[in-house]
């Protein structure tokens, strides 16, 4: 993934070549929300659980 902060936006790349773009302010939100744990996920999440050795 890459980020550019640009003049007019923030433009997000995937590995795939999507592209996203987002004003200033929606890239603050999302960083703010990120800060705060907005978007982890609940301790009893599968997805965190040891994989099987």
Do not use: C, Y
Not at 30 to 38: D, N, T, W
Request: hydrophobic letters at 50%; glycine letters at 6%; charged letters at 25%.
């Amino acid at each position: 993934m890459n980020v550019a902060i640009v003049r007019d936006a923030v433009v997000v790349t995937d590995e795939a070549g999507n592209v996203s773009k987002f004003d200033h302010f929606e890239w603050r939100d999302f960083i703010a929300g990120a800060k705060a744990g907005e978007f982890d996920l609940p301790q009893d999440s599968p997805a965190l659980a040891p994989a099987p050795v």
